[in-house]
């Protein structure tokens, strides 16, 4: 490998800044080595990336840390969960597959086979899983962490606008007179773009700065105006706010008539919203709710952002519409500073949406449900007509329920976590323990979920493979590898397309290399809504990070940053939809059972499950232990102190952390982190707790609220703040895998 700094992308959140990796030995210099003296890779910010401007954060800075930490090296296999896994080669392990989804045709049919991806992947990876899955074996079971993540999102942008793709751009946040925050905890969760909006906010006092969030986060504390609404009040406040518009006049008519559809059927229903019924819902002030009104209706420039507050809801995609409501009876869209904005969670979530990467989706922002996207896809991959199932696939949970009906024969499972991530997780883990057959292919073992897998399959991760990835601007970055990848591991696609080859499907997967496989997958986005026909390796390489559309034949990069400049949309008849939705509140309500809402989210430092982070001596330090917030009042009436261990139970399982009595968090309202799963700590699983209740339209799980009890455990003591550090450190340092987990041989 040279030993020129490299250009890539970080692989963490959506926010998807830019990296400038380089050797840990350089001419002249001392060779760069981590805490225990090994040399490592000098990671920093690359200025010249469009989307971070230089700017890193912690995860990000960190990164090369975790590269050789407990990496999978080599092929695993072993017939039954009882017994240890054994080193194996990669003709073995890919014989053992070919021959399993061959039995599962003959036995269950294709659709006793499934495959579960991950945001990780890059784009190409994407691609070639949904040409062998989709295409080649005729099923649509594939589906990705997106769908925990932003699946409402995709529902709600299709159902409103046409299409999936956020309409905005990153100056956007330095462009707008007002910034609207809901179900985001920005300066945590995406912390370089909060970093950008931020600073434009300190330096324009005009700004108006909105967050809706049930704790007083760190972004919270930066806003203009924060409203702590209650859990599962946000389609109320929406519609109360909608109100308030409608009767201050604060509409565009024209745009209304002329580029939008369904508004008398909105406006019957937020009719319902006036505001002494919305503030005393979510539990606000009537002048708080007013404010927020009349700063979206005198501003000229509205954009809003959201993440999984939102999306990780039983009416996910009647929030994300109706906030989009919002934008359309103001027209604050389309153009500079204005727009409904989703903060991805994944790095390449964007570029598997395009890709077609969930169990409703074709590549090209199509839909399995539709019988032209299906013939498109099917001529495109030189198919049969009708071989494309027109069934949406099994999800995510489905899947779990499949495995527990035994209508599932084989899951593969690849670079995510979902013994950690799924809902309902005891559920979860004996549905992964009934599996015939479970395939599991990632960069580090152990995981929890690789003790469920009956073959291991290591693969490249980041800077060990080249491919692209998408942020959450439409920002295509060419991310290139800069290392060899240990012992035999192998790109994810490389994995799929040669398990294609030996089913039969040659012609399908004739990629020499990933630049191959991007340059026939930007070919199906051709006249879409993310036609990428202008993009190629070579191009990115040459180029830089490109902002899509970027349709073929152009010779200049697109100076429109934004979509739907011209107000016509990609719908039937060319008008954005107005979605009539009531507010049905949470899944699970409190009761005097159950009678605290518990929400989950993360903490700036960590990453979903902390198969990286966890392993990162400078973040484990950072947040050692899990905890869980609490409200003083609440705590008062349960006698709970700080430290104070706490058993917190749901109506599908237990977990226990020490409390954290802060007024940060609504009184009724307690919060978890949701990383540690049970290699990290003992008893510590937010997803013990929560369920699986999901949103009709994206079938995403409201990961985001569950009714819980609380028990103080005095007789365990208090922890110090020193005790508590020491032991977040003997959780990295002494790590150790579960007994259903095989020391690696």
Known sequence: MSTQPTKTLCPYCGVGCGLEVSPPAQPGKATHRDSQGKPMWKVQGDRTHPSSQGMVCVKGATIAEALDKDRLKYPMVRASLDEPFRRATWEEALTLIVDRIQTVQTTLGSEGICMYGSGQFQTEDYYIAQKLIKGCLGINNFDANSRLCMSSAVAGYIQSLGSDGPPTCYDDLEQTDCAFLIGTNTAECHPIAFNRLRKYHKKNKNVKLIVVDPRRTTTAEAADLYLGIRPGTDIDLLNGIGYLLMEWGHLNSVFIDECTSGFPDYAEVIRHYPPQIVAERCGIRIDELETAARYWGESQRVLSLWSMGMNQSSEGTAKVRSLINLHLMTAQIGKPGAGPFSLTGQPNAMGGREAGGLANLLPGYRLVKNPEHRRDIEQFWGLPEG????????????????????????LWVAATNPAVSMPDIERTKAALRRSPFTVYQDAYYPTETAAYAHVLLPAAQWGEKTGTMTNSERVVTLCPAFREPPGQAKPDWEIFAEVGRRL????????????????????????????????SHDRLAEQGPTQWPYPGGQNLPLTNKRLYTD????????????????????????????????????LYGHWHTLTRTGRIDKIVKMHPNPFIEIHPRDAKKLDIVEGMRIEVRSRRGMARFPAKVTQAIAPGTVFVPMHWGELWGDQTEANALTHPEACPSSLQPELKACAVQLIPLPEEGTLSETETIEQGDSIAIAFAPRSAIATRS
């Not at 060319?574 to 009761?591: T, V």
């Not at 059972?593 to 993360?602: D, E, H, K, S, W």
């Open 387 to 410: 071989r494309i199932a027109p069934e949406i696939g099994l999800t995510a949970w489905d899947m779990i329920t499949g495995l527990e009906t035994g209508n599932v024969g084989l």
């Open 504 to 535: 039969g499907f040659a012609e399908q997967f004739p990629f020499e290399n990933s630049a191959q496989v991007y340059g026939e997958f930007v070919q199906i986005t051709r006249d879409r809504v993310c036609d990428m026909t202008g993009l």
């Open 567 to 602: 107000w016509r949309f990609p719908t039937p008849d060319g008008r954005a939809r107005f979605g009539a939705c009531h507010a049905k509140g949470l899944a699970e309500p409190p009761d005097p059972n159950y009678p605290f809402v518990l929400t989950t989210g993360r």
